[in-house]
């Protein structure tokens, strides 16, 4: 099977900076890697898709990089209501793996 | 508009099975898998399996298989994955999601909390 880790697990920034997340998967995923964010109480929501295609509907500061192994998702200028939970995922067909999940707030 | 509806919540003694039902509409029902993923309270996102709604295929995650049967009704358009031999560590909130290699709708989430 294949593991997802993730870095930070948790992260503290302010309002307007620019935040990273990093994705590692234990075996080449080609693009099939996938970034959710989560608020409490709520079902995750898909922003990227496919390493680095913004999902319709999803704001413009959030992205996506990386192929193969490793993989960064960046919220370009963070925002009050950014503040969740994001997960990525990849997926070998048929079979789906998330990671640990990186808890972002506010400084 | 594409929506998974989920059945409601369910307490359930350990030993037992539960069954949670996944609605869609909005689009054609066997035109996407369905992927299932649970949550326990403050943890993270744990994918069960996989249902294939046109040919009724299924694949389990590993640490699922023996417990968990993903079925479908195509003619209500309705998902169902049921988990058996329930113990506490199986309190969680699981989600139907709309498949393939990412999935962009969700069910609200179905609360089962196993408790003697």
């Known amino acids: 099977d294949i593991q997802m880790t993730q870095s930070p697990s948790s992260l503290s920034a302010s309002v307007g900076d620019r935040v990273t997340i990093t994705c590692q998967a234990s075996?080449?995923?080609?693009?099939?890697l996938n970034w959710y964010q989560q608020k409490p109480g709520k079902a995750p929501k898909l922003l990227i898709y496919?390493?680095?295609n913004l999902e319709t509907g999803v704001p413009s500061r959030f992205s996506g990089s990386g192929s193969g192994t490793d993989f960064t998702f960046t919220i370009s200028s963070l925002q009050p209501e950014d503040i969740a939970t994001y997960y990525c995922?990849?997926?070998?067909?048929?079979?789906?793996?998330f990671g640990p999940g990186t808890k972002v707030d506010i400084k | 508009q594409v929506q998974l509806v989920q059945s409601g919540a369910e307490v359930k003694k350990p030993g037992a099975s539960v069954k949670v039902s996944c609605k869609a509409s909005?689009?054609?029902?066997?035109?996407?898998?369905i992927n299932w993923v649970r949550q326990a309270t403050g943890q993270g996102l744990e994918w069960m399996g996989w249902?294939?709604?046109?040919?009724?295929?299924?694949g389990y995650a590993q640490k699922f298989q023996g417990r968990v049967t993903m079925t479908r009704n195509t003619s209500i358009s309705t998902a169902y994955m049921e988990l058996s031999s329930l113990r506490s560590e199986d309190t969680a909130v699981y989600y139907c999601?709309?498949?393939?290699?990412?999935?962009?709708?969700w069910g609200q989430g179905t609360l089962v909390t196993v408790s003697s």
């Open positions: 999601a709309r498949g393939g290699s990412y999935s962009g709708y």
């Open positions: 909005g689009y054609t029902f066997t035109s996407y898998d």
């Open positions: 075996q080449d995923i080609s693009n099939y």
């Open positions: 496919d390493a680095s």
């Open positions: 995922q990849q997926y070998d067909n048929p079979m789906v793996t």
């Open positions: 249902m294939n709604p046109n040919s009724g295929n299924t």
